[in-house]
């Protein structure tokens, strides 16, 4: 996964009005790849370890399933330290060093391109208006287990020059944290731990199998 530090030359400071009127303001989820942070508080605690019916996260995801469950995980958590409400909103301002932005949630899509997962999402503030942001993540054609929680993806995300120089580093970080948390979610339904992210036959492949312990 590529980093790439965010530049400071356009700060996106105000969101828009209808930004201002919302009360949902949230902090992104946001990781590198040593350490992943929760994106979001919105998804149930897990059962104890026998009690689980049936998952409700498939082993295999289409598109729109795919970006139902990533808009869930790109929430972020309450900035006042709330708890979170338990669904999902239709927007959210985030904010980030002081800065702002409104996030739709309801804008998120998600299209497969050969072995690469493009998630977009629209974002908005008075500076830009409402525009367009494309992530793409490289993803192996076979989960195996150990490294393939991982992916390639470049260091600004596609659309909006200016939105991508402030915003590109909390997308990008924000998006494959959901991700993540999605790989996290699937294993703990099945008291297992997170093996792999991959795209096979059109779906997102989750794979999931006995934590590895060190000798």
């Known amino acids: 996964m590529a980093h790439g530090k965010t530049e400071c ?3 996106c400071a105000r969101p828009s009005r209808t930004a201002r009127r919302l009360r949902s303001i949230r902090h992104p989820g946001t990781a590198g790849t040593a350490g992943i942070g929760r994106a979001t508080g919105t998804t149930k605690p897990p059962s104890p370890p026998g009690s689980h019916a049936s998952p409700a996260i498939p082993d295999a995801l289409g598109e729109t399933a795919l970006a139902g469950l990533l808009a869930t995980r790109l929430a972020g958590t309450p900035a006042d330290g709330s708890a979170p409400s338990g669904t999902t909103p239709l927007s959210v ?10 996030v739709h949630l309801d804008s998120v899509a998600v299209r497969f391109v050969d072995q690469t997962v493009l998630v977009s999402m629209d974002l908005e503030c008075d500076q830009t208006g409402r525009t367009t942001m494309v992530v793409a993540f490289a993803l192996g054609a076979a989960a195996t287990s150990g490294a393939a929680l991982l992916a390639a993806t470049e260091t600004f995300p596609r659309g909006n020059a200016l939105v991508a120089a402030r915003w590109g580093a909390v997308i990008r970080n924000a998006a494959w944290s959901a991700f993540l948390n ?32 060190a000798a």
């Open 9 to 11: 030359g356009f700060v």
């Open 93 to 102: 301002v985030w904010v980030d060093q002081g800065d702002a932005v409104l």
């Open 182 to 213: 999605l790989a996290i979610d699937h294993a703990t339904e099945r008291d297992l731990a997170p093996g792999g992210l991959s795209l096979a036959g059109g779906q997102l492949q989750l794979t999931a199998g006995p934590a590895v312990k």
